[in-house]
């Protein structure tokens, strides 16, 4: 008998043993189908987390469930099919004709919480509640809403990467997720600058805000024909908009 038979014997006679004890604490614990019975365990252990995947509207792996870009739905106090929503408020802002405080528009929390103060007011920068100037001549969503102030909400787009606001488009490029669409909306064009926002198309306001207080307003915005813009662009239509994510 040469080497390499002896080699292969003992090999034989080494491994033989492993297997059988192998298959053996298998059949103790599982049965007559160890393998089946260790799957179904496998998913049964699963099962919780696919739900969780199934009813965020996704099939990605879990764990990208908690991440995401955040972005503000302005005019809606809840979140797109697919985000989650981080807390829900009111848009606020400065008084449109200061020179001071802040440009951009704010969504605050319902709740605020404080922490040190000094009673009555300071010779400080103030917060207003933002106020729709959306009288009867402008889109009909938003007739009955004129001088109300518009509600907001703190979005996180699951499992994505990115998110931005597209101007003058209702839809998003390929491969991009709508979060919602809307109207292009900032401060009047002889008040103090702000930003542009991007409103619901159907936006929702807080009760009982309907009385003229002003506040950090709210416009429309529109081309006209002292810009040169392209001629794609029509004057005097409101613009639009659309939140997207990918």
């Given at each position: 008998?040469?080497?390499?038979?002896?080699?292969?014997?003992?090999?034989?006679?080494?491994?033989?043993?492993?297997?059988?004890?192998?298959?053996?604490?298998?059949?103790?614990?599982?049965?007559?189908?160890?393998?089946?019975?260790?799957?179904?365990?496998?998913?049964?252990?699963?099962?919780?987390?696919?739900?969780?995947?199934?009813?965020?509207?996704?099939?990605?792996?879990?764990?990208?469930?908690?991440?995401?870009?955040?972005?503000?739905?302005?005019?809606?106090?809840?979140?797109?099919?697919g985000?989650?929503?981080?807390?829900?408020?009111?848009?606020?802002?400065?008084?449109?004709?200061?020179?001071?405080?802040?440009?951009?528009y704010?969504?605050?929390?319902?709740?605020?919480?404080?922490?040190?103060?000094?009673?009555?007011?300071?010779?400080?920068?103030?917060?207003?509640?933002?106020?729709?100037?959306?009288?009867?001549?402008?889109?009909?969503?938003?007739?009955?809403l004129?001088?109300?102030?518009?509600?907001?909400?703190?979005?996180?787009?699951?499992?994505?990467?990115?998110?931005?606001?597209?101007?003058?488009?209702?839809?998003?490029?390929?491969?991009?997720?709508?979060?919602?669409?809307?109207?292009?909306?900032?401060?009047?064009?002889?008040?103090?600058?702000?930003?542009?926002?991007?409103?619901?198309?159907?936006p929702?306001?807080?009760?009982?805000?309907?009385?003229?207080?002003?506040?950090?307003?709210?416009?429309?915005?529109?081309?006209?024909?002292?810009?040169?813009?392209?001629?794609?662009?029509?004057?005097?239509?409101e613009?639009?908009c659309?939140?997207?994510?990918?």
């Open positions: 008998m040469d080497v390499r038979s002896v080699i292969l014997m003992v090999g034989l006679s080494i491994a033989l043993p492993i297997i059988t004890l192998g298959t053996y604490v298998h059949d103790e614990q599982y049965g007559e189908e160890p393998l089946a019975a260790m799957s179904d365990e496998m998913a049964d252990e699963n099962s919780d987390e696919d739900r969780k995947v199934e009813q965020n509207g996704q099939f990605l792996d879990y764990q990208y469930f908690q991440n995401g870009p955040l972005y503000t739905h302005w005019g809606s106090n809840t979140c797109s099919p985000s989650n929503l981080v807390y829900s408020g009111f848009v606020g802002g400065t008084w449109y004709t200061v020179k001071g405080g802040a440009a951009q704010l969504c605050m929390p319902m709740e605020p919480e404080y922490s040190e103060y000094i009673p009555k007011t300071q010779s400080n920068s103030i917060l207003q509640t933002a106020e729709l100037q959306t009288p009867s001549k402008s889109i009909p969503a938003f007739h009955s004129h001088q109300n102030t518009p509600v907001c909400a703190l979005c996180q787009a699951s499992g994505r990467s990115a998110q931005f606001m597209f101007p003058g488009r209702l839809t998003c490029p390929g491969g991009w997720n709508k979060e919602y669409d809307g109207y292009l909306m900032t401060a009047k064009y002889d008040h103090r600058r702000t930003e542009y926002i991007c409103m619901d198309k159907q929702e306001v807080m009760e009982d805000t309907s009385k003229n207080v002003n506040g950090a307003l709210l416009y429309f915005v529109e081309t006209n024909s002292k810009t040169d813009v392209p001629d794609t662009y029509v004057g005097e239509k613009l639009t659309s939140v997207c994510s990918r």
